[in-house]
């Protein structure tokens, strides 16, 4: 059984940094698709960014370009999310979603098979 566990979320101001985490286990191929997805209240869940393990060029909402970064450890098997120049609308719920293959340029909540239970995180300005 595939399970995904982030971690990282905390509360933090304006302009400050977040490094959040993701665990996979029980994911038996050799290739993964790993990305970010985040939901604030009242709002759909939206795609922040994507990665593989198989040479895939990373990609990311226009809202985070330049400010956040994805990354993975494909020995250790996680994924990980450094957030720089936080905003109060980076507020939201942000889970950890894993599948075996990238399909094109598409951050879409459809693409993923495996979620994680999310980790929060809070920008206060």
């Known amino acids: 059984q595939v399970q995904l566990v982030e971690s990282g979320g905390n509360s933090v101001q304006a302009g400050g940094s977040l490094r959040l985490s993701c665990a996979v286990s029980?994911?038996?191929?050799?290739?993964?698709?790993m990305s970010w997805f985040r939901q604030a209240p009242g709002k759909e869940r939206e795609g922040v960014a994507r990665i593989s393990n198989y040479g895939v060029a990373a990609v990311y909402a226009d809202s985070v370009k330049g400010r956040f970064t994805i990354s993975e450890d494909n020995a250790k098997k996680m994924v990980y999310l450094q957030m720089n120049s936080l905003k109060p609308e980076d507020t939201a719920m942000y889970y950890c979603?894993?599948?075996?293959?990238?399909?094109?340029?598409?951050?879409?909540?459809?693409?993923?098979?495996?979620w994680g239970q999310g980790t929060h995180v809070t920008v206060s300005s």
């Open positions: 029980g994911y038996t191929y050799s290739d993964i698709c």
């Open positions: 979603a894993a599948d075996r293959l990238c399909w094109g340029n598409r951050l879409s909540v459809g693409d993923f098979a495996y």
